[in-house]
């Protein structure tokens, strides 16, 4: 069987996938810490300031992760074919019959898995679609709760939250929702790339999938 190589991931994709990765890893980490500390209290009276370095690297990571949902926004609407968000939702034949066959492969249903794409698989962006926009609300809990001075952010997210405890709340839930995410992410990733000869974790690297000649 013949495989030809094929560009799918631009530079700017990939450098969101990691920014997003890097920056949760980095938030749910000072994130715990900041909600509950595991250092000792005195600490903070050194020059070592434990609870003021979390917080600030927490800052860091949140501008790093929201920058990666503008950049995927972006691409949503100025990507190449496979990163546009027309070829990812089910709102086409295609699209619909792609849904179908991954659902059934994911419970084992079936053995046949839809290979008529280069891109996302539609189950898969779907999901992307839908952390995405989770990410909207995480960053704008994440400005409410950091810029109680700041007039616009505080009218705004009291007009979603109702109250800085709420937002907290729903900061603290949605990041167990990317936990989960990234859990079963990896998971699948794996799964898809010993099942499929694509280069599937490759590609994240490189840009570049393997498909059927015949595949567009």
Request: aromatic letters at 18%; glycine letters at 8%.
């Amino acid at each position: 069987m013949t495989y030809e190589k094929h560009y799918v991931w631009s530079i700017l994709l990939r450098l969101y996938h990691w920014a997003m990765a890097g920056s949760i890893v980095a938030l749910s980490v000072t994130g715990f810490y900041i909600f509950n500390p595991w250092t000792l209290t005195n600490l903070e009276g050194t020059g070592l300031f434990p609870m003021m370095t979390m917080r600030y690297i927490h800052i860091l990571a949140g501008y790093l992760f929201t920058g990666a949902i503008a950049a995927r926004i972006f691409l949503f609407i100025f990507g190449n074919r496979q990163e546009r968000i027309c070829d990812v939702l089910p709102i086409s034949s295609r699209n619909i019959k792609n849904l179908i066959s991954t659902l059934g492969a994911y419970m084992y249903l079936t053995d046949h898995h839809d290979e008529d794409r280069l891109g996302h698989n539609v189950l898969a962006g779907m999901t992307y679609v839908t952390t995405i926009f989770v990410g909207l609300i995480q960053i704008i809990a994440g400005f409410y709760l950091w810029l109680p001075e700041s007039s616009f952010w505080q009218k705004f997210g009291d007009m979603i939250f109702g109250s800085q405890q709420f937002g907290r709340y729903i900061h603290h839930l949605l990041m167990w929702y990317f936990l989960l995410f990234a859990l079963i992410h990896i998971y699948l990733v794996i799964w898809n790339d010993l099942k499929n000869p694509d280069g599937l974790v490759s590609s994240i690297f490189t840009g570049n999938k393997f498909r059927h000649r015949e595949v567009k």
